[in-house]
């Protein structure tokens, strides 16, 4: 059987969301792209569709590997192979080649993320990937008890030179769906807003809505020593303002101070990935 490559950027973009979503078909939590999402996904990730691949079996697409590029580093945002081709050796053959590809493009990290003890992270590691640390997604579906923040409309361009400080001083530990590029990437997608007490500007919120609730991509106070009680009035003041009870929060490193307070602020772990990295 004949193997061969082909940039993404050479086929349809409805033509990759369909193989995407058929292949994750089965995943711990499937993943269901439209081609909206994905431009937006592409945009915010920083994709590199002429650095990402569709792998060919006589002619078939079975696989994919979609890379995202910042300097000196690249991040693997999916990857996958159609079940009937797994375990055939298609999937090393894939991966060799990206990680290959990357190293031109001098990248000197690639990072990925997998479900917590899911088999296929044995797959990654044989390719010299290791864990580093645990990324937990949380929901609350109760109402918070807390005093409400009033809302400000946010420049995008302040909540990133706040998150740049943040990072800089080692007062954060980002993950890249976090990082101060990817919320200045995604300023059309989401809601950002300073939070006000007594007029006074605590921190900064950038959140969403969807069909079940609400959700928090970042959140961070201006004072560290109360990123707990911040976080906890953050969420009620998105509860009280849309009058609902559900909110999640996806991804979130566990060693950053977001996780803590996420915990303290009595949000429930329902999904934990583990982010491996190769160097």
Same mark, same amino acid.
């Given at each position: ?5 082909? +940039? ?48 060919? $079996? ?61 088999? $296929? ?46 990072? +800089? ?35 900064? $919120? ?9 959700? $928090? ?28 009870? +559900? ?33």
């Amino acid at each position: 059987m004949k193997a061969e490559f082909e +940039k993404l950027s050479e086929i349809s973009l409805s033509e990759i969301v369909d193989l995407v979503n058929d292949v994750f078909l089965d995943y711990v939590i499937p993943i269901k792209w439209d081609m909206f999402s994905f431009e937006l996904d592409v945009k915010e990730n920083s994709i590199s569709l002429e650095d990402s691949y569709v792998m060919k $079996v006589d002619g078939e697409k079975v696989g994919f590997c979609i890379n995202a590029i910042r300097p000196n580093r690249a991040r693997i945002d999916a990857f996958g192979i159609k079940r009937n081709y797994r375990r055939r050796g298609f999937g090393s053959a894939l991966l060799d080649y990206c990680i290959d590809s990357l190293k031109w493009k001098e990248a000197k990290e690639i990072s990925l993320e997998v479900a917590e003890k899911d088999m $296929v992270a044995s797959f990654y590691e044989k390719h010299g990937f290791r864990v580093q640390r645990t990324l937990l997604s949380y929901y609350v579906d109760k109402k918070v008890e807390a005093k409400p923040y009033d809302f400000e409309n946010a420049v995008m361009d302040e909540i990133y030179n706040i998150s740049v400080f943040n990072m +800089k001083e080692k007062l954060r530990f980002l993950n890249w769906q976090r990082e101060p590029i990817t919320l200045k990437l995604s300023d059309d997608r989401y809601d950002h807003s300073f939070l006000k007490d007594r007029n006074k500007n605590v921190g900064y $919120v950038v959140w969403g809505t969807s069909e079940d609730g609400a959700y $928090v991509i970042d959140a961070a106070p201006k004072e560290f020593e109360e990123y707990d009680e911040f976080f906890k009035r953050t969420l009620f003041s998105i509860q009280n303002l849309l009058s609902l009870e +559900k909110v999640i929060i996806m991804n979130v490193p566990e060693n950053d101070p977001l996780n803590k307070a996420a915990l303290s602020a009595g949000m429930k772990p329902f999904f934990r990935q583990w982010e491996m990295i190769r160097f």
